[in-house]
């Protein structure tokens, strides 16, 4: 059998702090959330392999070192309230509820958010709340947020999400085309956002209102 606390050690110590991962808090929650129970069954052996895997639906969980690096960009603490887009396996939401007060999850793909809800149920995940819905409208009704989590590739940034945050919050999003994108990160201010890049990534398409199209890719504004 698998020694998966060992593979998960030597993830955190090679994938992430040996690339420059250093939140603390990010750290924990990624030595804590038990990765290979968000696969796959026959994936498990390579869920702390540095790369995204297939979940079904034609959608992947994100590699270690990203879903890392987005949550430190996000700079969360323990009262923030976040909106995760892209609920997916799971694995980015429970890494989230390790570290904040509350995670709002919207996936519009019925059979992943179902068994993603089982993992949450069984892990003790009470502050995760979840909704089978098109994430690029937000969750309007739960909002403001401290910060705002996009894990799939939108053509630009969602106006409904930078709405939602507060003044303070922040979203990182990865924004650009069907194959490639720059993970971007909004600051929400007063009377202005600011718009920082961080670094080139490559996500599954954002559908959605505010996204792609799901029949042909294109942009639906």
């Known amino acids: 059998m698998k020694n998966y606390n060992a593979a998960r050690e030597r993830m955190v110590e090679t994938q992430l702090e040996g690339r420059g991962i250093t939140d603390i808090k990010v750290l924990y929650a990624m030595r804590k959330v038990p990765r290979h129970l968000f696969v796959p069954e026959p994936l498990r052996s390579r869920a702390y392999e540095d790369c995204p895997l297939p979940i079904g639906e034609n ?21 923030d309230i976040v909106l995760e887009i892209g609920t997916g396996s799971g694995y980015q939401s429970a890494v989230l509820a390790e570290i ?19 993992s949450f149920d069984e892990w003790g995940y009470t502050n995760i709340a979840t909704k089978n819905f098109d994430g690029t409208y937000g969750w309007k009704e739960k909002s403001p947020f401290d910060a705002i989590i996009v894990t799939a590739g939108a053509p630009e ?26 993970l971007k990160r909004v600051r929400k201010k007063e009377n202005e956002v600011e718009i920082e890049e961080l670094c080139g990534c490559v996500f599954v398409k954002l559908i959605g209102k505010y996204g792609w199209t799901e029949k042909n890719g294109n942009c639906e504004m």
Not at 66 to 79: E, F, P
Not at 107 to 112: H, N, V, Y
Request: proline share 6%; net charge positive.
């Open 59 to 79: 959608q992947t969980i994100s590699q270690p070192y990203m879903v890392a690096l987005m949550t430190q960009s996000l700079g969360v603490k323990n009262t």
């Open 100 to 118: 904040v007060k509350q995670v709002y999850s919207i996936e519009r793909i019925k059979e992943l958010l179902i068994q993603a809800r089982k």
């Open 157 to 182: 940034i969602p106006q409904p999400l930078v709405e939602q945050l507060a003044v303070g919050g922040r979203l990182i999003i990865p924004v650009g085309d069907s194959s490639s994108q720059i």
